[in-house]
């Protein structure tokens, strides 16, 4: 068996909340008291990493409030990039580089005009990763706990064909179940990956946020990737979870889609940091380290630290 310490590892973890931390709770990115910092990344000794950074507002917020807020995470973003503090990647050479990387992702589609071009607005912006919803209606798709159980609108189908069309990745962790299909048909038409990016087995634990074998399968089949949350609530239904479990779902979605089609999907910063699996970005070691004694091979579980992630995204962009 191979020693972790014998292995230098480059992450990728395909979602966390760290914008919206810094924007509520007025913190720095060096160092702070939330669950992503620079230095807690620096803390796990990795060869690289790169961190999905999602722009998420409430969609309880007023219209206004609502685009303010959006626009002043895309601040925050852009003012990490202008410090050097992260490397931005919006197209195939800015993958893989050593240090920080980020990927600025949109996360619902609430405070958005609904117009054509609206997608090419936010991709002059940075924006590479986008989901229709977080979790009620708009005027796009149907959310995962929404009213309605709807799919895509007209609007939310011309904009997951664009996305696919410009070199956006498209994240259905909180679509709904009738969305998702939708989405993997068009997927499947445009001969392009999509991914869940924060979202576990449905079978391990009952959760709606979570996907069932035929959506692992299906993700796997476009030849994309479900990144594993470490919000204890989808990982057990007794909403008490550690490493065991975060490894119960790791091997299970092996089991379903392959190891080809598994990363980190953290939520940290997103999740109540008592309900979190593991604490930050250092504990991806601990994760890694696990598999490696369970005789995983090292390629596949480099796969899982980044390979996945980094392979839909060279396809993507």
Same mark, same amino acid.
């Given at each position: 068996?191979?020693?972790?310490?014998?292995?230098?590892?480059?992450?990728?973890?395909?979602?966390?909340?760290?914008?919206? #931390?810094?924007?509520?709770?007025?913190?720095?990115?060096?160092?702070?008291?939330?669950?992503?910092?620079?230095?807690?990344?620096?803390?796990?000794?990795?060869?690289?990493? $790169?961190?999905?950074?999602?722009?998420?507002?409430?969609?309880?917020?007023?219209?206004?409030?609502?685009?303010?807020?959006?626009?002043?995470?895309?601040?925050?973003? =852009?003012? /990490?990039?202008?410090?050097?503090?992260?490397?931005?990647?919006?197209?195939?050479?800015? /993958?893989?580089? +050593?240090?920080?990387?980020?990927?600025?992702?949109?996360?619902?589609?609430?405070?958005?005009?609904?117009?054509?071009?609206? $997608?090419?607005?936010?991709?002059?912006?940075?924006?590479?990763?986008?989901? /229709?919803?977080?979790? +009620?209606?708009?005027?796009?798709?149907?959310?995962?706990?929404?009213?309605?159980?709807?799919?895509?609108?007209?609007?939310?189908?011309?904009?997951?064909?664009?996305?696919?069309?410009? #070199?956006?990745?498209?994240?259905?962790?909180?679509?709904?179940?009738?969305?998702?299909?939708?989405?993997?048909?068009?997927?499947?038409?445009?001969?392009? +990956?999509? %991914? %869940?990016?924060?979202?576990?087995?449905?079978?391990?634990?009952?959760?709606? @946020?979570?996907?069932?074998?035929?959506?692992?399968?299906?993700?796997? #089949?476009?030849? !994309? *990737?479900?990144?594993?949350?470490?919000?204890?609530? *989808? /990982?057990?239904?007794?909403?008490?979870? !550690?490493?065991?479990?975060?490894?119960?779902?790791?091997?299970?979605?092996?089991?379903?889609?392959?190891?080809?089609?598994?990363?980190?999907?953290?939520?940290?910063? #997103?999740?109540? @940091? =008592?309900?979190?699996?593991?604490? !930050? +970005?250092?504990?991806?070691?601990?994760?890694?380290?696990?598999?490696?004694?369970?005789?995983?091979?090292?390629?596949?579980?480099?796969?899982?630290?980044?390979? =996945?992630?980094?392979?839909?995204?060279?396809?993507?962009?």
């Amino acid at each position: 068996m191979v020693s972790f310490q014998q292995i230098n590892m480059y992450i990728a973890d395909s979602h966390c909340d760290t914008l919206s #931390g810094m924007l509520h709770k007025k913190e720095d990115f060096q160092n702070n008291n939330l669950q992503i910092s620079a230095e807690s990344i620096r803390a796990g000794d990795y060869e690289g990493y $790169l961190q999905f950074m999602a722009v998420f507002v409430s969609p309880s917020l007023d219209h206004e409030k609502g685009v303010m807020q959006t626009n002043s995470m895309i601040e925050i973003f =852009n003012s /990490l990039k202008k410090s050097n503090a992260i490397n931005h990647v919006t197209e195939l050479n800015d /993958l893989g580089k +050593p240090g920080i990387s980020g990927i600025l992702a949109l996360e619902g589609m609430y405070f958005t005009e609904i117009k054509e071009d609206i $997608l090419y607005d936010y991709y002059s912006r940075g924006v590479r990763c986008i989901s /229709l919803t977080w979790n +009620p209606d708009n005027d796009f798709a149907g959310g995962i706990l929404g009213r309605t159980g709807n799919g895509l609108t007209v609007k939310g189908l011309k904009i997951v064909e664009r996305a696919f069309e410009i #070199g956006m990745l498209v994240d259905v962790s909180h679509l709904s179940d009738r969305g998702f299909y939708e989405v993997a048909e068009i997927a499947a038409n445009c001969n392009k +990956p999509f %991914a %869940a990016t924060h979202s576990n087995a449905r079978r391990l634990c009952h959760h709606m @946020r979570n996907l069932d074998d035929d959506m692992l399968g299906i993700i796997a #089949g476009t030849g !994309g *990737f479900t990144g594993i949350n470490m919000y204890s609530c *989808f /990982l057990d239904d007794g909403c008490s979870a !550690g490493i065991d479990e975060v490894i119960k779902h790791i091997e299970y979605i092996c089991s379903i889609a392959g190891s080809s089609h598994v990363g980190f999907g953290s939520d940290f910063d #997103g999740i109540d @940091r =008592n309900k979190s699996a593991i604490d !930050g +970005p250092r504990d991806f070691n601990r994760v890694l380290e696990r598999l490696l004694q369970l005789n995983y091979n090292e390629d596949d579980v480099r796969k899982i630290a980044s390979g =996945n992630i980094l392979r839909v995204l060279s396809e993507v962009l």
